[in-house]
Structure formats: structure tokens, C-alpha cells
């Protein structure tokens, strides 16, 4: 299966953008980079995703490069109930396959 | 905004016992899921369900774990002799199958049933 890796953690001021990175160099061209998140003792919750183009919503904003190797994952002003674990996961078009969860980044806001 | 709902939010069994834990997914979601967590690990797929059959299941979910949908409105995984190393904290998520097949839609997640095996 194709990986990702991420930073194991990173800090961010409250009230800047949080620019979170995701390397996925053996991406196939039919899966999709998704992005989920889990707050302390709670289940994942789903971010973003998309295939190859930039993408926006009302939580957060995703790039991805032009060769699909990376992608960024951008809240743009984070606050300090952002404080959680990050994860970019690649699934495959289907619906019914399980996403494969990695360690993800702890991402600390700071006060 | 729908949720996927779990009960209980925790679980205390004795070893060796059988354990139920209950999901009730998103109303038009025809995908559904269960993960586990194992504390301090990674969330780690379980099994797939759909049209009333596993689509897909993981090596961890042996002959000891089995899922239903008893009904139209909830999913369920059953443990049946639970194991010491079974403690951990059981996800249930369901996804839409969206329109025309494959489909991308994400999965939404319950905030879990923390199991305890004493």
C-alpha cells in the first residue's frame, strides 16, 4: 500500500495559519489524499480531501503539488481547540476499503 | 449536522465473557465500519460492511468478532470471548455510497466505546 509521512509534531501560534505537510511519493493515480483529525479521547474527524486539485472548506484548505508527491494541509487561523492529531491518509476510490491510519502530526496551539 | 452515535461509551467485561457494541450510523449511509484503537496506538481498521455482508475485514478481526445490522438502524460488533488484549477503544464510522459507483465519500466517525477486559 502506498505511505505517507508526516512530521511526529509541530507548534503554532493561535491565531496563524497552521501549514500541516504530508509526503506521498508512491501515490497511485486513483487514490485520494484525505485528511482527519483527533481531538483527545474522541473519534477521528473527517477534514478534507481531494484528488489534484486545490481544495477548500470551511475548516480548512488543502494543496496538492502539481506531481501529486505532497500536500499541505492549511487552517488558516487556528485556535486553541485545533490542538490535536493530524492525519493524511491516501484511500482508494471504492468506499467499502478501510483507511489505514498512521501516527500522524501532534499539532500543539499555543496560547 | 448528522452524527454516528456509539453505545455505551464504556464497557467493563470480564475475560472470557461476550461483549455487544452498538452503532447507530448515519441515516442514508450504506457503508459501515469499525476500527479500534489500542491506547497510546494507531487507529487500526477492523472490518467493512455492506448490503448486509463484509466487503472487507482486516487480520485482526478473526473467528472471535462477527458484525451485524439486526435491524434498519443499527450495526453492531460482537466479541465473543474476549481476550485481555481486546482493551482498547472500538470506533464505528459509515459513509455514504454517493452517487454511481466507485464512490469517494469520507467516513464519519462515533466518539468511540472504550472497552475495559478486566
Known amino acids: 500500500d502506498a505511505k505517507t509521512t508526516q512530521p511526529p509534531s509541530m507548534d503554532c501560534a493561535e491565531g496563524r495559519a497552521a501549514n500541516l505537510p504530508c509526503n506521498h511519493s508512491t501515490i497511485s493515480g486513483n487514490e485520494y489524499v484525505y485528511w482527519y483529525r483527533q481531538i483527545h479521547s474522541q473519534g477521528p474527524q473527517y477534514i478534507i480531501h481531494g484528488l489534484k486539485n486545490n481544495e477548500t472548506n470551511e475548516m480548512a484548505s488543502l494543496i496538492i503539488t502539481e506531481d501529486r508527491k505532497s500536500s499541505t494541509l492549511i487552517l488558516p487561523h487556528a485556535t486553541l481547540r485545533d490542538t490535536a492529531v493530524y492525519y493524511c491518509?491516501?484511500?482508494?476510490?471504492?468506499?467499502?476499503?478501510?483507511?489505514?491510519f498512521g501516527k500522524g502530526t501532534h499539532l500543539i496551539i499555543q496560547p | 449536522e448528522p452524527e454516528v452515535t456509539q453505545t455505551p461509551s464504556h464497557q467493563v467485561t470480564q475475560m472470557g465473557q461476550e461483549v455487544i457494541l452498538r452503532c447507530v450510523p448515519i441515516?442514508?449511509?450504506?457503508?459501515f465500519y469499525w476500527y479500534r484503537q489500542i491506547l497510546g496506538q494507531k487507529v487500526e481498521f477492523l472490518v467493512s460492511f455492506y448490503n448486509n455482508e463484509i466487503s472487507e475485514k482486516s487480520e485482526i478481526f478473526d473467528d472471535q468478532f462477527s458484525v451485524e445490522r439486526p435491524d434498519g438502524s443499527n450495526f453492531t460488533l460482537k466479541i465473543r470471548s474476549t481476550k485481555l488484549e481486546d482493551s482498547a477503544m472500538y470506533f464505528c464510522?459509515?459513509?455514504?455510497?454517493?452517487?454511481?459507483?466507485?464512490?469517494?465519500?469520507?467516513?464519519?466517525f462515533g466518539d468511540g466505546t472504550r472497552l475495559s477486559i478486566l
Open positions: 441515516s442514508n449511509h450504506l457503508y
Open positions: 491518509i491516501l484511500f482508494r476510490r471504492g468506499g467499502a476499503d478501510g483507511l489505514t
Open positions: 464510522a459509515s459513509s455514504d455510497p454517493g452517487r454511481g459507483a466507485p464512490s469517494n465519500q469520507p467516513q464519519h
